[in-house]
């Protein structure tokens, strides 16, 4: 069964090579193929394309882009950006928009054929070196987000979250406040409010919170 495929490109030069390249595969269907506008979004999902490829990352991004397309259409149809700027930022943006593919400006034409039919079997695909990108994300996500529930759960202070790793590597408050330049008193002090806080009986059960919460979030 033929994959269809939707073309949206602001440059007619792109566009019509892009054309040339999908009529070519014979396991392919051009189902239309125009320049990115806000009624493009009919068009798309009235022609049941399955993938659709676009040259505008403010067509993915903006609120009368896709983004205005039914819910149910963003999660059928595979979007795939082509002809892409190497900038790390765009990249996750579209990513966090739901983008399933992601194509350099400077790729051959194979990697736009191999995009759409990775995209078209539920996969994603990037370039190779932007994998690297995604892992850092996610690890800096996945350490902010027991920090921000910790904060919205116990009301731990900024400070009072920066101690808790140095706790769990059995750190003492004499080591710890050497760390920060701060009294040993005053460690002291934030230990006793966090145990307050947390509601448990001494500094482990502080960072085994932590880390039990951290361990649910993944």
């Known amino acids: 069964m033929k994959c269809g495929v939707f073309v949206l490109s602001c440059n007619r030069i792109v566009r019509e090579s892009i054309e040339r390249l999908i009529r070519k595969r014979a396991d392919l269907d051009l189902l239309g193929a125009q320049y ?11 022609s049941g394309a399955e993938v659709l490829l676009v040259d505008s990352l403010p067509f993915v991004l903006e609120p009368n882009g896709w983004r205005a397309a039914p819910q149910a259409e963003r999660q059928r149809v595979k979007v795939v950006l082509i002809a892409m700027s190497e900038d790390k930022k765009l990249f996750l943006s579209a ?3 739901g983008v399933t593919g992601y194509v350099l400006q400077d790729s051959p034409s194979i990697d736009v054929i191999n995009a759409i039919r ?9 370039p190779p070196h932007f994998t690297r ?23 731990l202070s900024r400070r009072e ?22 009294s040993e008193q005053t460690v002291k002090n934030h230990v006793h409010r966090m145990l307050r806080k947390v509601g448990v009986g001494d500094r482990c059960g502080i960072f085994e919170a932590w880390q039990a919460r951290a361990d649910s979030l993944l």
Do not use: Y
């Open 161 to 182: 979250q920066q101690l808790i790793p140095l706790i769990g590597r059995g750190m003492t408050n004499k080591a710890i406040a050497a760390e920060f330049n701060l």
């Open 133 to 155: 990108v995604l892992f850092d994300f996610v690890s800096c996500q996945a350490a902010e987000l027991p920090n921000a529930h910790m904060r919205q759960r116990w009301g």
């Open 118 to 126: 990775t995209a078209a079997s539920g996969q994603s695909v990037c």
């Open 95 to 97: 990513v966090k928009h």
């Open 36 to 46: 990115a506008h806000a009624d493009s979004v009919n068009s798309v999902i009235e």
